[in-house]
């Protein structure tokens, strides 16, 4: 994922899409959580996904029993790299509060879907 | 879901980038099996006894039904959820092409210069239609229109990995199956028919322009987008596959092919995604482009009969940036292509489908075929330019 280096000069592409975004709930904080916690869910997917890989892995060469996993702890390489891991996971979990900045601050600030279907259902002989 | 066939331009996902994305996938189906067709159960069982209670009728149209339904707390969750769904399903694929997009852009070059199959034409003096600029076209990022470096191909990669996500694999391997099923209703019905030159309208990648260049190898095909990273892209994928398509960016509302030029003008899911002054000029310039004798094909999203499976259809509407598609709901295609040249004997609604599962259908279980507009353009004289 995005905790991975990147090759050559590579500009970041954008993950937040141009347009307003809904509201669902009746407190907005409802829909910030709600996309929260899908979020953290592949969070947890991905991570169980990679466990299982490993695992599985490892028994197939016979490499380690399930005991040297608990007594293992980081060195600095390997805890910095966790930490690069963590921060990038917190940012994507966060992101929902991204669009919230985007739509207050962004510099042509999005149109509601009503007025913008309003405008590409016009008649097309009145907008002559 | 069938794994994408790979090509030279798909671009590589790590471990933990395809359990991302895979995750989605699994969000998504089961939105679309479990909780979507729970959106049906509540409005029959809840909302609309409810509305009748009130107003001693049913709800006149989909506007009706959504305004009732908004305040419906399981439709509320299905919604937000089936929002944030697309939300990651770009994240998950931008993730993988971000963090090889030098190598793709390169990749492009290469496949474009050496193999040259096929051509590219790019106009950067053309104006992306404000359809595409207002909003982030199904919440993509950058649309299908944005460069985030020289010679960027990340739009056309960043769709070509999400479609499969997006439909549950529905699309097959190559993504083309809307293609196949134009292609094969046209054999269907026509089965003589040899074109020699066919124009794909909003081809973005290439994708459903592929099957026509497949199905007639004789044929000069052509491919038009306003997009230049998906065509670049699309470009690329074809030379990878080895199949020479014509690819320029254009408008489909004006584009610089000669009068009668093309014997098959086809699009696939594009009309839905431009405007009520842009979709008659597009009409009338597939009239204008072909040749007597010659046949328009264009392949749409199905938008629903009663007023609840068009609300439901219309959820992209107004969760998704597909800001033009609710105006297509009930819209006299047919009438349309006659007000735009085409004679009223000559054009009419079919419809192709595919099997599809509840998991791949997005809104619930009702019916899903895709509605055809056929426009034909008589033979002249006697020539017989189509057979
Ligand atoms: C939903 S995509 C469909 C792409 C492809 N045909 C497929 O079946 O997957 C619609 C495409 O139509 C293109 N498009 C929309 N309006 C257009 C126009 N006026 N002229 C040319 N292309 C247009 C968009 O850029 C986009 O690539």
């Known amino acids: ?128 | 879901m069938p794994a994408p066939a790979p090509h030279a331009m798909l671009p590589e996902v790590a471990h933990d980038e395809m359990a991302a994305q895979d995750f989605v996938a699994t969000l998504r189906a089961h939105l679309a099996s479990r909780v979507a067709p729970g959106v049906a159960r509540i409005y029959e069982h809840r909302a609309l006894p409810r509305f009748r209670a009130e107003h001693q009728r049913d709800p006149a149209d989909r506007h009706e039904v959504r305004r009732l339904m908004s305040t419906d707390g399981y439709y509320q969750f299905w919604s937000a959820l089936q929002r944030r769904s697309q939300e990651m399903m770009w994240e998950s694929v931008i993730e993988p092409v971000e963090r090889r997009h030098g190598e793709l852009v390169e990749r492009a070059r290469r496949l474009a210069g050496e193999t040259g199959c096929g051509s590219l034409r790019l106009d950067e003096t053309l104006e992306i239609p404000r359809y595409h600029t207002a909003v982030d076209i199904h919440l993509q990022p950058g649309g299908y229109h944005s460069d985030f470096r020289a010679d960027d191909v990340a739009a056309g990669a960043i769709y070509d990995t999400a479609l499969p996500i997006y439909l549950g694999g529905a699309l097959g391997a190559r993504n083309d199956a809307l293609g196949q099923i134009l292609v094969g209703y046209l054999r269907a019905r026509w089965p003589d028919i040899r074109p020699r030159r066919i124009l794909d309208m909003g081809c973005a990648i290439g994708n459903c322009t592929l099957p026509w260049a497949e199905a007639f190898p004789d044929a000069e095909v052509h491919g038009i987008d306003v997009g230049a990273p998906v065509l670049r892209y699309a470009h690329a994928r074809a030379s990878a596959l080895g199949m020479p398509v014509h690819f320029s960016q254009q408008n489909a509302e004006a584009t610089d092919f000669a009068d009668g030029s093309f014997d098959l003008v086809v699009s696939h899911i594009m009309l839905h995604e431009t405007s009520a002054k842009a979709l008659p000029r597009i009409l009338a310039e597939s009239h204008r482009l072909l040749a007597p004798g010659g046949l328009m094909l264009h392949l749409e999203i199905p938008r629903g009969d009663t007023p609840f499976e068009q609300f439901m259809f219309d959820w992209e509407t107004y969760n998704n940036n597909e800001t033009f598609a609710g105006y297509m709901t009930g819209l006299d295609l047919p009438a349309l292509a006659c007000r735009a040249g085409f004679q009223t004997e000559y054009c009419r609604i079919e419809r192709g489908g595919m099997d599809m599962e509840t998991g791949q259908k997005n809104y619930g279980d009702h019916e899903f075929t895709f509605p055809i507009l056929v426009g034909e353009k008589p033979q002249a004289v006697s020539a017989s330019a189509r057979a």
Do not use: W
């Open chain 1, 1 to 128: 994922m995005s905790d991975m280096p990147k090759s050559g000069n590579t500009a970041a592409l954008p993950r937040v899409s141009k347009g307003k975004r809904p509201q669902y709930f009746a407190d907005p904080a409802t829909d910030k959580l709600l996309s929260m916690v899908v979020t953290l869910m592949s969070e947890l997917s991905v991570t169980r996904d990679r466990l299982d890989s490993v695992e599985r892995l490892l028994a197939h060469h016979g490499v380690l029993d399930q005991s040297e996993v608990e007594g293992y702890r980081p060195d600095a390489e390997a805890a910095a790299a966790r930490e690069q891991r963590r921060a990038a996971a917190t940012a994507r979990i966060f992101r929902i509060l991204d669009n919230e900045l985007n739509e207050t601050l962004g510099p042509d600030a999005p149109r509601t879907y009503e007025e913008l279907a309003r405008e590409f259902a016009a008649d097309p002989s009145e907008r002559r």
